[in-house]
């Protein structure tokens, strides 16, 4: 080789190398994501995360620490606004979409969603789910996990007891009855788990079930201690007193109902997976639709969260967006029922073969609150910044029911006069 051309061959390496070096490198957006309750989403979140990771290599997404309850997570959120603590996502209980509204805290989807209406339409994001997540008009997240409540029974000891597993109670007094007779069977049977605790859902399923609301419609007056929810209030009574029903906590209840000692468990159908995982074959699990005060006019709440994006950095927000659609789209949808029990959230998801369309003809025990999605309304949300304290009111009283230290009477008008405290003035 010539001397010249071996100096251009040495400069070509040079440039060559120096070229590559001085390339910026693959820029990448980290997302930290929070979330509640790992014992339902854990699973769920990790697969959708790594899905969403391989199809938007540029993104990354961490989980900050999950929040037990929603009512923890909502906490959580509003302490650590205006902070470096705060995630730049999160997923919120649709009963509290309300409440970090009020204090500006989520970014209006709107106009993110009105540059792509159509695609989002093609997508199963209808007018219908948008609204689940929408606060006085504002699209103040997406829906990602939608439940309702259902029964949950276990038909060898509804056998044992006399009754047919096949035609699983429509009424409470039917449920009562039965119950009565399974906890008669003795050998540490329990009769039911009603799962009040925690928060107002299942007490909202007993007073929408029965036609009533929480407050009147300009939320100035409590409507819950009304003859609706004395009838709400008095199932729980019965439960106790004609059915036995005992005092569990959350954790004794699911632990006595999937090891084949309690005849019903009443709760959301988003605990259904891990309830068929952890019943394995001790006993045949069913499930049914939860009876209706009101077979008529009843409504059942609708529980689950929606994804929420906090960060107001704008590069941020384009990743958290993309993020947030692909949570709650179809392919989030087809990874949150099967892997939880939820029903689906998305009406691509619910329909299309690709996704859930076969799905519920091979899994029976998902289809009861399948059935029930047209029974449902918003979870409720009371107005101001005591929405947890209104929480715990009704929650403290209806144990008090539970424990039988009050009547019916006398719990729902000591909450309603607490409540009515707790509301923001006029």
Do not use: C
Not at 146 to 165: E, F, R
Not at 407 to 425: F, G, H, S, W
Request: charge should be negative; hydrophobic fraction near 40%.
């Amino acid at each position: 080789m010539k001397p010249f051309t071996k100096i251009l061959a040495a400069a070509s390496v040079a440039i060559t190398g120096t070229m590559t070096i001085s390339l910026p490198a693959h820029a990448e957006t980290t997302l930290t994501v929070h979330y509640p309750m790992p014992g339902f989403f854990k699973d769920v979140m990790d697969t959708i995360s790594k899905k969403f990771m391989e199809e938007n290599p540029d993104i990354k997404i961490q989980f900050a620490n999950p929040s037990a309850t929603y009512e923890e997570g909502i906490q959580t959120i509003m302490r650590q606004v205006g902070t470096s603590e705060m995630p730049d996502l999160t997923f919120i209980g649709l009963n509290r979409l309300r409440m970090a509204n009020e204090r500006d805290v989520p970014v209006d989807l709107g106009p993110l969603i009105a540059k792509e209406k159509a695609s989002m339409a093609e997508q199963g994001f209808s007018d219908t789910i948008l609204k689940l997540a929408q606060v006085n008009g504002k699209q103040v997240g997406l829906a990602f996990a939608t439940s309702n409540p259902i029964m949950y029974y276990n038909a060898d000891l509804v056998k044992a007891a006399g009754g047919n597993p096949d035609q699983p109670p429509k009424t409470w007094d039917e449920v009562i009855d039965l119950g009565a007779k399974i906890k008669a069977l003795g050998n540490g049977v329990d009769s039911v788990d009603f799962r009040w605790q925690g928060d107002d859902w299942m007490f909202s399923a007993l007073l929408f079930g029965a036609g009533g609301t929480m407050l009147s419609e300009d939320e100035s007056t409590v409507t819950f201690n009304g003859p609706e929810g004395q009838k709400a209030m008095k199932v729980v009574d019965r439960l106790v007193k004609e059915a036995g029903m005992p005092v569990f906590t959350k954790q004794a209840g699911e632990q006595a109902f999937v090891a084949g000692k309690v005849g019903f468990a009443f709760q959301t159908t988003g605990a259904l997976r891990n309830t068929i995982k952890n019943v394995g074959d001790k006993f045949d699990l069913r499930t049914a639709e939860i009876p209706l005060l009101d077979p008529e006019n009843g409504k059942l709440p609708t529980g689950g969260n929606a994804v929420v994006i906090l960060t107001r950095d704008e590069a941020k927000q384009n990743a958290a967006w993309k993020f947030a659609k692909f949570a709650a789209g179809p392919y989030g949808a087809s990874v949150v029922v099967p892997g939880t029990g939820y029903v689906p959230n998305n009406e691509l998801a619910a329909t299309s073969p690709e996704y859930l369309g076969a799905f519920y003809e091979k899994n029976p025990l998902f289809q009861a609150g399948l059935k029930q999605m047209p029974r449902m309304i918003p979870w409720y949300a009371f107005p101001g910044s005591n929405g947890v304290r209104v929480t715990k009111t009704i929650v403290d009283n209806t144990a008090r029911v539970v424990e039988q230290s009050a009547t019916p009477e006398e719990a729902l008008d000591d909450a309603a006069k607490d409540v009515k405290r707790l509301l923001p003035r006029s």
